[in-house]
């Protein structure tokens, strides 16, 4: 499995991620993009690229070649979607998803622990909701199993990165109470019904993380161990917010909802979670020696600014906010991947701050 694969996997993974930027501001009015950019946003956000990661991550730690070809599935169904054939890049990313779910389970196989477990059930929810999308669902019921997908997904890596503080049995079962939860709102069709159980879910899953995280100890740190933590508490308090609006202004009845919880999750948690682990993720997938740097918290405290932008002025209904969150965020992701790119070309300094997060 070659550097040159990774890599331009990678970056097919970051094309369709600027394609899915590009998208989202020509929504609100801010930048020219292809109809097919602005139509599959979603779609191009959540499976061309952070599925396409994931699936590139699974391939790498399978150590075999032939599991490349799920993360290239992937980007081969963003290209079509971006080319206007939204039904083949639907099936490709679906086929996309089994095999990253194949790729789970068998991880799973090789270590029957609780992280991948929980792995397994966030694989299963990216081609769950896209056959449900090629089912003829709405992609704003569908971008909710979507997203479950990668915050399920989240809470997997964290729970294998936070084993030193093993959770007890009890909390176990807690997580279980609410990861079935959750999966069964989704599968009934919430938050659209305008009941709560989706946003219940998604508090409790936020306060078991938080509650249980390596985080609590590694925020008192130094270096990358506190700057990750933070990043990883920002992302939960921003998972909170998602309950809460969807709790308060469900999306059957109220639009802004459903845009402001999308986006605390895509934007607050996700990217938030994406902060924290790249300088860990990325050596792992692409062999760039990416590291920390003290300037990162720049980029991390401007997103959370943008996302309150963006999320405070979904519900307050004010769109130039909406819009200057959007750009700030962008700015934020974009100041972070050049911080990040560039720490890959100046020398290590003496490592700081002590353990991994």
Do not use: K, N
């Not at 590009?22 to 292809?34: E, Q």
């Not at 709790?247 to 938030?272: K, M, N, Q, T, Y």
């Amino acid at each position: 499995m070659t550097a040159a694969v990774r890599i331009a996997l990678a970056l097919a993974a970051a094309a369709a991620l600027a394609a899915g930027l590009a998208g989202g501001l020509a929504r609100l009015g801010l930048s020219p993009a292809p109809m097919s950019a602005v139509e599959q946003h979603g779609a191009l956000m959540v499976g061309g690229f952070f599925g396409v990661l994931i699936a590139l991550e699974r391939a790498v730690a399978a150590g075999s070649a032939a599991a490349l070809a799920v993360p290239a599935l992937g980007a081969a169904g963003s290209a079509a979607l971006l080319l206007g054939e939204a039904e083949a890049g639907a099936v490709l990313l679906f086929a996309a998803g089994l095999g990253l779910l194949a790729l789970t389970l068998a991880a799973a196989r090789r270590r029957p622990e609780t992280f991948t477990a929980v792995m397994s059930l966030g694989a299963a929810l990216w081609p769950f909701g896209t056959w449900r999308w090629l089912a003829g669902a709405p992609v704003a019921e569908v971008s909710h199993v979507w997203l479950a997908f990668l915050v399920v997904t989240v809470a997997a890596e964290r729970i294998e990165l936070s084993r030193l503080a093993r959770p007890g049995p009890l909390a176990i079962a807690a997580l279980w109470t609410i990861l079935a939860a959750l999966v069964g709102a989704l599968v009934l069709g919430q938050p659209f019904t305008g009941t709560t159980l989706h946003a219940g879910a998604l508090a409790a899953l936020a306060l078991w993380l938080a509650a249980t995280d390596v985080a609590r100890s590694t925020i008192r740190g130094r270096g990358f161990p506190r700057f990750s933590a933070a990043c990883l508490f920002a992302g939960y308090g921003w998972l909170l917010v998602a309950a809460a609006v969807l709790a308060a202004l469900p999306p059957a009845l109220e639009p802004a909802g459903r845009d402001a919880a999308v986006h605390a999750i895509g934007l607050g948690f996700v990217l938030s979670m994406v902060f924290a682990h790249a300088p860990i993720v990325l050596p792992a997938v692409t062999g760039a020696p990416v590291r920390y740097a003290a300037p990162l918290w720049i980029p991390a405290a401007l997103l959370q600014v943008a996302v309150a932008a963006r999320v405070g002025g979904a519900v307050a209904d004010l769109p130039d906010l909406v819009a200057a969150g959007a750009v700030s965020a962008l700015a934020a992701l974009a100041l972070y991947a050049i911080l990040v790119a560039g720490t890959a070309l100046v020398r290590p300094a003496p490592r700081s701050g002590g353990a991994r997060p």
